[in-house]
């Protein structure tokens, strides 16, 4: 079976975009219908500006689409990713994530899995925080958190961050590195596929339950007719 899952994420140099861009990857590679969505930028022009590779990034990601709360109504699981800004996800994600108390409070974020991936300047920078606080808000939506664990070698060879993928950038600023992304790859498929599993399992308890109906039905009938 198909099922769609929003890839959601603010980046401001590339770094975490190219985590997303992994996740979507992995996440179709299981069969997915995939929606990759960045949120606005909340900065101004003059501090852009002040950071080539800000503003490179800026202008290269123009033609991405904009996430909205129509996203994650759409979608049967998501995977956020932010860089870390003191230990939380950055100001632009988090700007995103307030717009969908509508959404929550008609329980439509509810039951469906999420993941999380980020990057640092180092590897105490603070990226399990920053996932961690992001699990505070899948816990209030009744969302089924979808961790890669330590369940494949791909996850040690990329720093062995269970919670979920996090990039080191380091000084040079190069991005991610070949095992990164293959550690996010890896979460956007162990997320579909989880999804697939969940949603299989739903139809056939529902068919359980539609057929439990449909003998209880017979069986009232069968006793008034005897």
């Known amino acids: 079976m198909t099922v769609k899952v929003a890839v959601i994420y603010y980046s401001a140099t590339g770094t975490v975009h190219a985590l997303a861009q992994a996740v979507a990857e992995g996440a179709a590679s299981a069969g997915a219908e995939v929606r990759l969505r960045r949120v606005a930028e909340l900065a101004p022009d003059s501090a852009i500006d002040q950071n080539p590779q800000w503003r490179r990034h800026a202008d290269a990601a123009s033609s991405i689409a904009q996430a909205s709360v129509e996203d994650l109504a759409w979608a049967d699981a998501f995977a956020f990713g932010t860089p870390t800004r003191f230990g939380a996800p950055a100001a632009q994600l988090k700007q995103f994530i307030d717009q969908a108390g509508g959404l929550w409070h008609e329980g439509g974020l509810a039951d469906k ?14 990226s399990e925080a920053t996932i961690l606080s992001l699990g505070n808000v899948f816990y209030h939506w009744g969302a089924l958190i979808v961790p890669p664990g330590f369940t494949d070698p791909v996850v040690y060879a990329a720093g062995g961050n ?7 950038t380091g000084p040079t600023g190069d991005g991610s590195d070949a095992a990164a ?9 162990r997320l579909a596929q989880i999804t697939i599993r969940l949603l299989e399992g739903s139809r056939v308890t529902d068919a359980a339950a539609g057929n439990g109906n449909a003998r209880e039905t017979m069986a009232g009938t069968t006793s008034r007719t005897a």
């Open 113 to 126: 899995p999420v993941t999380a991936f980020t990057s640092a300047f180092n590897r105490h920078g603070g």
């Open 162 to 168: 269970p919670y979920g993928t996090s990039s080191v």
């Open 181 to 189: 992304l293959e550690a996010a790859r890896y979460q956007g498929r």
